[in-house]
């Protein structure tokens, strides 16, 4: 079997964030940019390893669509025990998903890969659409969000993709075809320092693809766009309902209930009898339609 | 007058002497054999960054003969041990000074000479019969613990007794025939042969007797030979080895870790350095570290006796492999174990044979790390260590988060400052040690010592990288580390934890010079107020508090009094030592990365601990390192005690009765 | 791959009123609620850029009736309801070739799905495939000075937002993050529901659903439950957890512990939130009589609406929660679950006496 595994080295979006305001470039609040590979990226790869356990005779190939120095997660890809990675280098002036999708399906249009491995989203990005645009660009069928492989066998691909509010399904695809998975999908396994760094001392081949995007199928995308920092969306805030019917007041006072105090401007901490603290709650997780 | 000597070889015929030296020499040859053959198989390890000095070895092997090392640490132990390693050494002298006689042109075996011999010999034996009289009784009768009662253990002390007892028949039986006067020095025999005569036995019967003793003796003997190299019986030689080449590196300080660029270490001999295999031979399987081991006394799977054995027993299966197959130390060493271990160092302290127990451990952690077979807390740990340059996975941004309103003096390149405080990540970022940070700060400003903190300019050291087995991680961090202190001319830090403490001193400067001076805050606390430099108010109330010696400061680096002496400096406290304490001290539990990782096991190390101090009467427990801190007070919320006990460092004592 | 019928003539594409095609998501016949917020965000559009909307609602001929039944006391607008008997799960192959024939017919301007599981699976490939432009998980569309459509979508997790703008005239998809707009109500007045029927020969052969695994919070890995309820220390012992099942069962959310809870035994490791547990951010974690050290927190931190309940006024966990409630957790859990159930109860009679 021969897998293909797209790969990305994205900004850790997980600690604090700032946008330059004169660049709009992304980067982190008081301290150096931390990168790593995309976590989805990395799911991708440790399944597209697992099938090559099982499958002793199949090549696991790894691809990135970057420049030169943020090729980290293709060295991380090696250091884990890809077979081969590469790396393809954009034109300077294109950018977008629609663009990565384009140089990845070209790469692969001729190859043969009996599966393309890749992360559902980009911690940075968050598009999702790299993995069905190169489906659609090579004609293959699709499966997003797949949270686990059951079984790769005689062409076909049975796996549990994941629906919304915790919801899956079982479902079934001929090979040759594309996969998002999810984070989930696969406990990453841990890549010591020395493997790094040793991997950091072998050569990544580059492969320079002549494209023209305007020939392909392809959504359209902004020329540019803009990063800013979030705005809060004040959406109604729920207070502690202070007017309470009769038949509750008299309770609480019966009870020696003390009157709900308000510790921050953002959050609310209550303190009562049972009964009422048990409305507030009830009132609270309706109103944010938990229930 | 008789001639006060004896016949050698009295009745013993050509054949039975060719029996013994044939057997004797056979016997040896197989000892060779087996032991040569382990030694082989020790070759086969990697190396071990062991400066071998010729001279220093036999210093140690000397010295340890003579004053026997750490054995007095058990009296019981201790006297049988001597018994049976004297006597068999005089009853051995004896052997051959008979065979000198017999063999050799010289003659000495007569007259004064020989009647001393003959005493000397005779106490021997009788020590040794009751060196293994004890034996038999701690290991049958008692039961201790830590000492099992294999079949194995049985048939061999069994052995050993009967060639003393043989030994004595045989010259009972001997003396009884002719019976000279003089003979009487040889009081165990000369009773024996009282009694043989006394119970009527003829001349001939006795000369039988004496003959088929005599055999059995030799057989025996023979035997003994043989098998002085099964199972821990190789600690009589190899253990002199393992003392011998015993590491002069600090204790706290681990091994480095070079692999070549091709190795995949699969847990082989070829991956285990040669020191740790030879040091697996020495093992005497005497469970001394097991029986001070925190994670056993938890009730977790670790045993550190049945590591070592268990390398041990990889040299015997690749010793006798079948071609094509490597033994690996984790078919039988599983990975639960080595996680369990806290690197707290209490076995070595108390190994006799100075056996780096904690060090296989880690080393073969070393090897899981490298191939990456570690659970997901421990990867998450040195992900966040690597990312975001602490191992509690904060932002690095928030690293000089909690020092905000105290508005720190920090390092300006370009001025050389007298000390760098170093907080660590615990004080940076885990609440309860940021409390001590903040009290640190307060003394240091009181006592105006003039200090700066490296802010956000400081990472982790890399202990917890290096006792979690990544080595190429800890490396990283020492190098840009070591950077930041050259970049700066730093050349003195004080820490207030002893990882901190530990890893800066002896681990930053692998056998160089060290480049900079690193104390621990109990140090610099107990000087400044022997200085004077703070003063005390009496304001506790009278409190009994016990201290609770860190693993990282006390036992591996030998600091003992420094803290001490700040606790006793507060007025009202009175202070009460655990049964185990200093070297002996109980390890927290927080070592050896286990702050991270998944706990498992029937008890929690750190409420072991907590009992103990509580059983002092202590409703306080001061502390000298963060992780003690914060293992502790978990242990008391697990426990219910929050309200009963309190856990705090030296330096928030200090702070609170400071006067200001 | 398939042929379109319909009834009733087109609208040309390039009209004076724009069309703003919503995408109903739809599973096994149930409409899902991030219709709803679709619709009320495309009235506010159309209003804007004076468009029209039109809803579009893929199923199989055995759920459509339900469906558009339940669709039906909100609607305004004409639905396109198309029926085949592949369209009852989703699949990339049938929904695209449907929609594609489809979007030829009616020509909108703009489409509009759910940024869910399918619509981040369809969308950008119905863009490639129609060449229209693709606005993925966008949060705001505004109509902004000349001719312009300012949009704005979330990268980074959320923690910052991209802007761009769009000419009018070019055709559009946008996936919507769900739960940010307010879904429409009921219509004070329904009119006459005005269905316009697509058949469509639909055959899939490359995927195949083979069934659904409904979620179930009691097995789930707690990392992808939407709702978590989490026991510690105060919940006193093992069967203290039975308070926080019902709960959690009362919540249809999984069942957390602190790492206390599970060093105690109380319960199972698989459930411990925290450093050396499981890092979890649902949409709702409600806190037991967990104190929140920094460990736990860490675990828990990034979590939507965080809900504390602990007797300890001063335990750290209300510093990060949204809501806190100093009491005792085995007195107010079981009202709390009591009231839950109640009105879920009252809200069934409700629509079971409503006749519908």
């Known amino acids: 079997m021969k897998l293909a595994v797209c790969v990305k080295e994205v900004l850790d979006s997980r600690l604090p964030l700032q946008v330059v305001p004169q660049t709009g470039e992304v980067t982190h609040l008081a301290s150096a940019r931390v990168t790593l590979i995309n976590p989805s990226d990395r799911a991708a790869l440790e399944v597209a390893l697992m099938l090559k356990d099982q499958n002793p005779d199949s090549r696991v190939e790894v691809f990135s669509v970057c420049a030169a120095g943020e090729d980290n997660a293709l060295y991380f890809a090696l250091a884990r025990g890809a077979d081969s990675v590469e790396r393809l280098a954009p034109d300077r002036h294109l950018a977008g998903p629609p663009y990565t999708a384009l140089l990845l399906a070209s790469r692969f249009a001729n190859e043969k890969f009996d599966l393309i491995c890749c992360g559902d989203e980009t911690l940075d990005n968050s598009s999702a659409m790299v993995g069905p645009l190169i489906a659609e660009l090579l004609d293959y069928p699709q499966l997003t969000g797949v949270t686990k492989v059951r079984e790769c066998s005689c062409g076909k691909l049975l796996a549990e993709r994941s629906l919304d509010r915790g919801h899956r399904e079982l479902i079934e695809m001929e090979l040759p075809g594309v996969v998002t998975f999810k984070i989930e999908a696969a406990e990453p396994r841990y890549v010591s320092v020395r493997r790094l760094e040793q991997a950091r001392r072998r050569e990544i081949a580059v492969r320079q693809l002549d494209i023209v995007p305007s020939k392909s199928r392809l959504p359209r995308w902004p020329d540019a766009e803009k990063k800013v920092p979030p705005r809060a969306r004040v959406k109604r805030k729920f207070t502690p309902d202070s007017n309470l019917p009769p038949a509750e007041r008299v309770k609480m006072i019966m009870a020696g209930g003390v009157a709900p105090q308000q510790s921050s401007q953002n959050s609310a901490i209550l303190e009562g009898d049972s009964e009422y603290l048990s409305e507030q709650l009830f009132r609270f997780l309706r109103h944010h339609e938990f229930i | 007058m008789e001639q006060i000597t004896r016949e050698i070889e009295w009745n013993v015929t050509l054949w039975m002497q060719v029996f013994l030296y044939v057997g004797a020499f056979a016997g040896v040859l197989i000892a060779g054999w087996r032991l040569s053959r382990r030694y082989h198989v020790w070759k086969l390890g990697r190396s071990a960054n062991v400066q071998v000095s010729i001279p220093r070895s036999l210093a140690n092997a000397i010295a340890w003969i003579l004053n026997r090392g750490k054995m007095p640490r058990d009296g019981f132990a201790s006297l049988m041990h001597l018994l049976i390693l004297w006597g068999f050494i005089i009853l051995f002298i004896g052997t051959t000074l008979v065979f000198l006689e017999r063999q050799t042109p010289l003659h000495f075996f007569y007259g004064p000479f020989y009647l001393v011999a003959s005493a000397v010999i005779d106490l021997g034996g009788l020590g040794f019969l009751i060196g293994l009289g004890m034996a038999v009784y701690r290991r049958y009768v008692q039961r201790q613990p830590r000492l099992k009662a ?43 042969a009282l009694m043989f005569r006394a119970g009527g036995l003829a001349t001939e019967e006795l000369t039988r007797l004496h003959r088929a003793d005599w055999l059995l003796h030799a057989a025996l ?61 020495a093992c005497t399987a005497c469970g001394r570290c097991t029986s001070v081991c925190p994670a056993t006394a938890a009730g977790k799977t670790l045993d550190p006796r049945g590591v070592v054995l268990k390398l041990s027993d990889l040299v015997s299966r690749h010793a006798s492999r079948r071609d094509g197959t490597t033994p690996s130390a984790f078919d039988t060493i599983t990975e639960r174990e080595l996680w369990d271990c806290t690197t707290c160092g209490a076995c070595v302290y108390e190994c006799p044979v100075d056996i780096e127990v904690f060090d296989k451990i880690i080393d073969l952690r070393r090897q899981l790390v490298d191939v990456g077979n570690i659970s997901p807390a421990a990867r998450g740990c040195l992900e966040g260590l690597e990312h975001r340059q602490n191992p509690w996975d904060y932002p690095p941004a928030q690293r000089a988060t909690w020092s905000e309103t105290l508005k720190l003096p920090g390092i300006v390149l370009g001025k050389k400052p007298e000390w760098i405080y170093w907080i660590g990540c615990a004080g940076a970022f885990e609440p309860s040690a940021q409390s001590i940070s903040r009290a640190m700060v307060e003394i240091l400003r009181q006592a105006k010592v003039d200090f700066v903190v490296l802010g956000s300019e400081e990472r982790c050291t890399g202990d917890p990288a290096r006792r979690m087995g990544d080595e190429g991680l800890f490396q990283r961090f020492r190098n840009k580390n070591l950077e930041t202190f050259r970049r700066h001319g730093i050349h003195k830090i004080v820490t207030h934890c002893p990882h901190c403490f530990n890893t800066f001193k002896n681990e930053y400067r692998d056998g160089g010079e060290p480049e900079f001076e690193v104390i621990h805050h109990s140090q610099l606390l107990s000087h400044l107020i022997s200085e004077g430099k703070i003063r005390l108010t009496g304001s506790t109330a009278d409190k009994q508090v016990t201290f609770h010696d860190p693993c990282y400061l006390g036992r591996h680096n030998g600091e003992f009094t420094a803290p001490r002496t700040v606790v006793d400096s507060l007025p009202g406290m009175k202070r009460v030592e655990m049964p185990r304490s200093r070297e002996k001290s109980f390890c927290c539990g927080g070592g050896g990365g286990q702050m991270w990782l998944e706990s498992r096991g029937q008890q929690r190390v750190e409420n072991v601990r907590l009992s103990e101090a509580r059983q002092t009467g202590a409703s306080l427990v001061a502390t000298a390192c963060p992780f003690c801190k914060v293992m502790l007070e978990t242990a008391s919320v697990t426990a219910g005690q929050q309200d009963q006990v309190k856990i705090k460092d030296i330096s928030e004592l200090l702070s609170e009765t400071m006067e200001r | 791959m398939s042929a379109i019928a319909s009834s009733i003539s087109d609208t040309g594409f390039g009209s004076d009123m724009p069309l703003i095609l919503v995408l109903a998501e739809c599973y096994w016949g149930q409409v899902q609620k991030v219709t709803l917020e679709l619709l009320g965000d495309a009235r506010k559009l159309a209003a804007a850029i004076k468009g029209r909307v039109e809803v579009a609602l893929l199923t199989s001929p055995l759920h459509s009736d339900g469906a558009v039944h339940e669709l039906r006391p909100y609607l305004q607008e004409r639905l396109h309801l198309v029926e085949a008997p592949l369209l009852e799960n989703y699949t990339t192959d049938t929904h695209l070739c449907v929609l594609e024939a489809l979007l030829n017919r009616v020509r909108p301007r703009i489409v509009m799905l759910g940024a869910t599981a399918n619509g981040r699976d369809l969308g950008p490939r119905l863009a490639a495939r129609m060449g229209m432009g693709y606005a993925p998980h966008c949060l705001l569309i505004r109509s902004g000075t000349a001719g312009r459509l300012d949009i704005t979508r979330i990268s980074h997790g959320g923690r910052v937002h991209v802007q761009s703008a769009w000419l009018m005239e070019t055709p559009l998809i946008i996936t919507m993050k769900p739960g940010v707009a307010d879904a429409v109500s009921t219509n004070r007045s329904p009119g006459e529901l005005n269905v316009e029927r697509h058949s469509a020969d639909v055959r899939s052969e490359r995927v195949r659903v083979i069934e659904p695994i409904p979620a179930d919070p009691k097995t789930q890995d707690i990392r992808e439950a939407e709702r978590v309820v989490s026991g510690g220390r105060g919940v006193g012992g093992p069967e203290g957890f039975a308070v926080i099942r019902e709960l959690a069962d009362a919540l249809h959310a999984a069942v957390g512990a602190s790492r206390v809870a599970v060093d105690l035994g109380w319960i199972e490791y698989a459930r411990q939130v925290g450093q050396t547990g499981k890092a979890v951010a649902p949409q709702l974690y409600v806190a037991v009589g967990i104190s929140g050290a920094s460990h736990h927190l860490m675990g828990m931190r990034s979590s939507e609406k965080i809900v504390a309940v602990n007797t300890d006024r001063q335990a750290p966990i209300f510093a990060v929660s949204h809501f806190g409630v100093v009491g005792d957790l085995h007195k107010v859990l079981p009202r709390l679950s009591n009231r839950i159930r109640q009105h879920k109860a009252q809200a069934k009679d409700v629509t079971e006496s409503a006749g519908v």
């Open chain 2, 150 to 192: 294999s079949a194995w253990v049985g048939t061999l002390l069994g052995l050993m007794i009967a060639i003393g007892v043989t030994g004595f028949l045989l010259e009972g039986f001997r003396i009884s025939v002719t019976m000279p006067g003089f003979e009487k020095v040889s009081f165990v025999g000369y009773g024996l």
């Open chain 2, 221 to 281: 003997s023979i035997a003994f030979f043989g098998l002085a190299t099964v199972y821990f019986f190789r600690h009589i030689i190899v253990s002199v080895l393992s003392v011998a080449l015993r590491p002069t590196r600090a204790r706290g300080a681990l091994r480095p870790y070079e692999l070549s660029p091709e190795s995949n270490p699969s847990g082989s001999v070829f991956d285990m350095t040669w020191k740790d295999l030879l040091d697996a031979d």
